[in-house]
């Protein structure tokens, strides 16, 4: 069983940044992709941005040029940067690792979820 434990989330005011980490109970180099997905109320849990384990990485275009994901210094970590963050950021951000075939957007294969780490902007 595979367990992931989010951290960094809280209350920041529009234009701030925050720092969300994921920690996996085994290497992430084990999984084919580490992801970061976050739902807002009444929405539905959307994709934010990706890592391969080949190190290729993308976003949702909402996020851009704001948002960094990235691997951590321990082995077990990845990492979402988030500047500029806006009141439409906030939702509950939830760490995805995933064992898939195919494309990571059509992908087969399993997924694992952390608990979630809520985030919110508002001044």
């Known amino acids: 069983q595979v367990q992931l434990v989010e951290s960094g989330g809280g209350l920041v005011q529009p234009g701030g940044s925050l720092r969300l980490s994921c920690a996996a109970s085994?290497?992430?180099?084990?999984?084919?992709?580490m992801g970061w997905y976050r739902q807002a109320p009444g929405k539905e849990r959307e994709l934010v941005a990706f890592v391969t384990s080949g190190g290729s990485t993308d976003y949702a275009d909402s996020v851009k040029g704001r948002f960094t994901i990235s691997r951590g210094s321990a082995k077990n970590t990845v990492v979402l940067q988030m500047n500029s963050l806006k009141p439409e950021d906030t939702a509950v951000y939830y760490c995805n690792a995933a064992y898939y075939s195919g494309s990571y957007y059509d992908r087969r294969g399993t997924d694992y979820w952390g608990q979630g780490t809520q985030v919110t902007v508002s001044s």
């Open positions: 085994r290497s992430i180099f084990n999984f084919n992709a």
